[in-house]
């Protein structure tokens, strides 16, 4: 897809209509890991048998269709299953965190095959940063081709790139040109996606789940799904609670410039930044003290319980049936427990029916996401007709 490689992020959760063009008839192959017959096709989407299989030679022709084992029929010849071909296809989750990045390799069924950890500094240039991050993950592919990236990172992203950065920490980036460089050293289409949606997205069970994601490391962030479809808003800040104002933070300096923020109360480094726990240099180190040291839980359960009262008014308007919470903050049982029990007291009780508060796979929800992203938006419907249309030409 030499002509258009920026890859634009769509809902997380496409819907799969009848079939009209060979995009359409990849994407109701992409939604059955099963795959369907040539008849199950021709009786789903209503296509003339012509058309259909004209449809299915473009791609077969282009590598993205294959026919897999047979299907168990009564009698005769039993009928092969054609499915999507994402065999030996791998995908880049880059996430890139204040203070770490880590970079995982997927295969489109969304197995982790090989990752890796480094250290950053988020207040570096965007060269130096984009520069280690390449750099590593060109060593992890080893020689590898991916067929796409996906970067999620840690503030809003407009895919239009709208959206200004001045009051975030990645306020001295361009993600424009963050994204050109990114494909250009990879060699490959590269998605930008704000890291909580996108843990939120890897963070989906079922089809038409609603659930937020929330993620509280050095910051605090969120993902919303509602029917499975992930919520982005009018220019990409749908989820960005950590600079909602709350009493609780009244008079707390936040890294945005403003009083009052959560994430000045609930974060990673608002939690550094109390002046009790100041013999602590790292997030990290704050954290793995939080068993011994009642101070620390303390000021942990506390954060938790002011997020809580937060997100309380978020489950009262979205009456999601799953909260997810992760981040190195947001896993720690004492922070989880105190946002729970808030949630519980502070919200409506018709919204609580079944509504479950649990940690987030912090591990692999966002590279899962990214990936799923990444697969969404490389073969949507239309940019797959471009694809065989260039082939055409």
């Known amino acids: 897809m030499t002509q258009q490689r920026t890859l634009v992020g769509g809902s997380g959760q496409p819907p799969v209509g009848l079939a009209t063009s060979a995009g359409h008839v990849l994407q109701l192959l992409r939604s059955n890991a099963a795959g369907y017959s040539r008849a199950e096709l021709l009786d789903i989407t209503g296509m003339a048998r012509s058309t259909l299989y004209e449809r299915l030679d473009a791609l077969f022709a282009a590598g993205l269709v294959y026919e897999s084992t047979p299907i168990h029929a009564q009698r005769g010849r039993p009928p092969r299953a054609l499915r999507f071909d994402d065999r030996n296809k791998l995908v880049l989750g880059i996430e890139i965190g ?24 988020i207040t570096r240039s965007q060269e130096d940063v984009a520069g ?67 843990m939120a997205v890897g963070e989906v069970r079922e089809p038409l789940e609603s659930l937020v994601a929330v993620k509280v490391s050095t910051g605090v962030g969120s ?16 989820g960005d609670i950590g600079h909602v104002r709350i009493p609780e933070a009244a008079g707390r300096r936040c890294r945005c410039g403003r009083d009052g923020c959560l994430a000045a109360v609930a974060s990673g480094r608002a939690l550094l930044a109390d002046p009790k726990l100041s013999s602590y240099g790292t997030l990290r180190q704050l954290v793995d003290a939080c068993d011994s040291n009642p101070a620390v839980r303390s000021a942990v359960a506390e954060a938790g319980r002011v997020l809580g009262r937060a997100l309380a008014a978020t489950v009262g308007t979205l009456n999601p049936g799953r909260i997810a919470i992760g981040g190195l903050v947001g896993v720690l049982p004492d922070f989880l427990g105190a946002c729970r029990r808030q949630i519980l007291d502070d919200a409506f009780e018709p919204s609580l029916v079944d509504l ?38």
């Open 223 to 238: 993902g919303i799904i509602v029917g499975g479809a992930l919520v982005r808003g009018a220019h990409g800040a749908a």
């Open 132 to 198: 280690q991050v390449i750099k590593e993950s060109l060593r992890l592919l080893d020689g590898r081709q991916p067929v796409g990236a996906g970067v999620g990172l840690p503030a809003p992203v407009d895919p239009l790139h709208r959206l200004g950065l001045e009051r975030t920490v990645l306020a001295h980036w361009d993600l424009l040109r963050l994204q050109e460089v990114m494909e250009s050293r990879l060699d490959c289409p590269v998605l930008l996606e704000n890291d909580a949606r996108s």
């Open 356 to 393: 479950e508060i649990v940690p987030a796979d912090s591990r692999t929800a966002t590279a899962i996401g990214l990936c799923r992203l990444v697969e969404e938006s490389l073969y949507a419907p239309e940019r797959v007709e471009q694809l065989l249309v260039q082939r055409a030409g």
């Open 98 to 121: 204040h203070t770490h990045a880590g970079i995982h390799l997927l295969s489109l069924s969304r197995e982790i095959v090989g990752s890796a950890r480094l250290p950053i500094d």
